[in-house]
């Protein structure tokens, strides 16, 4: 499927309403639970979701738009969210994420962007160049990533529990390396 | 996590909304594309739901508590929604996935199952003897699973869209085989 702006906000628009159904008012031993150590609890992943709203995906279109690969991004804290959710309930992150989502997008169509700016690009710290279409296509499929990762790491904790099933349900198999 | 009714209830209760609002009126190609030959889309896969609200989890549980092991259960049809799914939309689906849920859990409310009841035992005609409990956790992760397929079948779908960032989105790694 070819990238389409009006498609991906489609989904884009869907992600917080979609994980405050999936987890608000859950039982905290589903959400506050992770894979082991150095993986993420449902809660962990709404933090570095909202750390992703303030610090990457506009921010990177915006550097794309304005200096091209002239300015690199910055790199991006993949642990942010440890500090930044401290104190915070799963339910006041939820909000938190819709709200910063919501004013993103708006930003977003502000910003008027056309095919014709799709092939723009950017430099990325590690990756090198990149294209603003790449990073608007990467910040559906990395929603689309954290909710599947969010139902696997609830699903592993029945691993045991479902008995036999286990070699029914494939999610028990991708358990994160 | 032990398996706790009323923890496993609180997220099968919640799974026809989360899918409502991640699917609903999205356009056509995000749920209609499936991940190749033999793979279901996420229209496949709520109609899939909807068989196992049918013919699979209550059905079950009734059979372990009336007859115990004397009498297996019924093999489940894995492919059932591509007939039963005909001509009915997403939308359409996704409310009868919903009403069937809940009256599902209703009745499982009324089977008054207690911890007492969960290592009752059933037979299951390709995994031999289960319990009651391992059925119901099995049903919780089941949904699990297919809301992180449905993710990853629409991730994929931008798998070359991303460029160079397909190396940091590991739901694009998951492909089923």
């Known amino acids: 499927m070819e990238f389409d702006l009006d498609k991906a906000m489609a989904v884009l628009t869907r992600t917080p309403a979609t994980l405050r159904t999936l987890l608000k008012d859950l039982p905290r031993d589903w959400v506050e639970t ?8 449902p ?5 570095h979701l909202i750390h992703g709203e303030r610090a ?6 915006k550097i794309i738009l304005e200096h091209g690969e002239s300015r690199p991004f910055d790199p991006f804290d993949r642990f942010a969210q440890f500090e930044e ?3 915070k309930t799963l339910g006041e992150l939820l909000e938190e994420f819709a709200a910063l989502r919501e ?3 708006a930003t977003l169509r502000e910003m008027k962007i056309s095919a014709g700016d799709f092939e723009k690009t950017g430099q990325h710290p ?12 990467t910040w559906v499929t990395h929603d689309l990533d954290h909710i599947a990762q969010i139902a696997r790491t609830m699903a592993n904790q029945y ?3 479902v008995g036999p099933w286990q070699a029914y349900i494939s ?5 994160k390396k």
Chains 1, 2 share one sequence.
């Open 43 to 47: 809660y962990d992943v709404i933090g």
């Open 159 to 161: 691993m045991t529990e």
């Open 103 to 105: 004013r993103n997008l």
């Open 34 to 41: 992770n894979e082991g150590a150095n993986t993420w609890s």
């Open 56 to 61: 990457d995906w506009i921010a990177r279109a």
């Open 85 to 87: 959710s401290e104190g």
């Open 126 to 137: 590690a990756l090198g160049r990149v294209t603003l279409k790449e990073l608007l296509a």
């Open 171 to 175: 999610i028990l198999h991708d358990r």
